[in-house]
């Protein structure tokens, strides 16, 4: 017999967000795990608003939203919402009801700015850290450090020189919303140009032959046993922040462990910095350095440095879901302090997804 194609609007629901979610939804571990980290981070919260005024997004809310940004690789937040208006998955991970008013894509922005300020996006990642740190899933003996590339949200026509940056000019352009720009036969570098849009980008190129873009770089610290990342930061790019950052990400341990970094970072200043901090270098060996590798068989010789080199490619894995998935090949902000606020965080979503799939298998 045929079906009814007739739609008529049903007054009354009496199945809930809740009910419609399957039980074995790869979301439930994520929606358990981040309600305990929001229990421990809301005397945290409590700080951040005043107790009198118009009650703004809750904090818990908030966040939950942004994960689900980052976990689905949602573009903008204007999309965000847009999901949440119809999208009863994303309804139930952040905790409104069915008949809740979605909030306005600008009034979102700016509760995110306070959590901003509040530096909550360091306090989410070491809460996720304890979390990972109470499931037995750490090494606090073996570590890889790495940068990666992250592109900025302006074009190279903003790259201009310095002196004329924020002036107008006397000739109108042929196009306002793009102009004809002609770069032959001009020098340009970070100590004569800047960004019109975003003065924090630096022109760089990773690796020689490749094209120099406005970008900043992310690193991050990662523990070698299941690959979770331990401190992450972003920082202006240049030829020296990758070596710089990785000390100050690894701080001054309390006890003897070793480091794996790939041939970048093979130099005397940096291999010797880490020996000082009683830190045993674990640096793939560059040979075509001028004057030979800082690496030598007092490291080689030993099983553990193979392995350390073996382990660290793993790094390679957390920048791919990054730029994949967290949508940071080229980043949507602009500014670093927001740009290393989305990182941070977006490494903390990595770290949740990890430690999920961990505790599947154990």
């Known amino acids: 017999m045929r079906g009814d194609n007739e739609q008529q609007a049903a007054m009354y629901s009496y199945i809930s967000p809740e009910q419609r979610v399957p039980a074995d939804h790869p979301l439930r571990p994520l929606r358990q795990m981040t309600d305990e980290i929001f229990t421990r981070l809301s005397p945290r919260f409590?700080?951040?608003?005043?107790?009198?005024?118009?009650?703004?997004?809750?904090?818990?809310?908030?966040?939950?939203?942004l994960l689900l940004q980052v976990?689905?690789?949602?573009?903008?937040?204007?999309?965000?919402?847009?999901?949440?208006?119809?999208?009863?998955?994303?309804?139930?991970?952040?905790?409104?009801?069915?008949?809740?008013?979605?909030?306005?894509a600008?009034?979102?922005?700016?509760?995110?700015?306070?959590?901003?300020?509040?530096?909550?996006?360091?306090?989410?990642?070491?809460?996720?850290?304890?979390?990972?740190?109470?499931?037995?899933?750490?090494?606090?003996?073996?570590?890889?450090?790495?940068?990666?590339?992250?592109?900025?949200?302006?074009?190279?026509?903003?790259?201009?020189?310095?002196?004329?940056?924020?002036?107008?000019?006397?000739?109108?352009p042929d196009d306002p919303g793009n102009p004809t720009v002609n770069f032959h036969g001009q020098k340009r570098s970070n100590e004569t140009h800047q960004s019109t849009t975003d003065s924090d980008l630096r022109l760089f190129k990773k690796t020689k032959g490749s094209e120099a873009k406005l970008a900043y770089q992310g690193h991050v610290l990662m523990e070698n046993r299941n690959g979770l990342v331990v401190n992450a930061q972003l920082t202006r790019a240049s030829g020296t922040a990758e070596r710089e950052t990785a000390?100050?990400?690894?701080?001054?341990?309390?006890?003897?462990?070793?480091?794996?970094?790939?041939?970048?970072?093979?130099?005397?200043?940096?291999?010797?910095?880490?020996?000082?901090?009683?830190?045993?270098?674990?640096?793939?060996?560059?040979?075509?350095?001028?004057?030979?590798?800082?690496?030598?068989?007092?490291?080689?010789?030993h099983p553990g440095y193979k392995i350390s080199q073996r382990k660290r490619k793993r790094v390679e894995e957390i920048f791919g879901w990054l730029k994949t998935v967290g949508l940071l090949r080229k980043t949507r902000h602009r500014g670093l302090e927001l740009v290393d606020w989305i990182f941070k965080f977006a490494t903390a979503a990595y770290n949740l997804v990890r430690i999920r799939n961990l505790s599947a298998v154990t």
Do not use: C
């Open 247 to 301: 000390l100050a990400l690894l701080g001054q341990p309390g006890k003897r462990v070793t480091l794996a970094a790939d041939k970048a970072y093979d130099t005397q200043g940096f291999v010797s910095d880490l020996r000082q901090r009683r830190v045993t270098p674990h640096v793939a060996q560059n040979q075509r350095r001028r004057g030979g590798s800082a690496i030598d068989q007092r490291t080689t010789r």
């Open 106 to 172: 600008t009034t979102f922005s700016k509760n995110r700015d306070r959590l901003l300020r509040g530096e909550i996006a360091e306090e989410f990642f070491a809460a996720v850290l304890e979390l990972a740190r109470t499931k037995e899933l750490l090494s606090d003996e073996h570590f890889t450090v790495d940068g990666t590339m992250v592109e900025g949200w302006a074009s190279l026509k903003s790259f201009q020189p310095k002196e004329q940056s924020g002036r107008g000019s006397d000739d109108k």
């Open 71 to 104: 976990l689905y690789s949602v573009r903008s937040e204007r999309m965000l919402m847009e999901q949440l208006e119809y999208n009863l998955l994303f309804r139930w991970f952040v905790g409104l009801n069915m008949d809740d008013v979605v909030w306005d």
């Open 46 to 65: 409590s700080q951040l608003y005043s107790r009198t005024g118009r009650p703004s997004i809750a904090p818990e809310r908030l966040l939950r939203a």
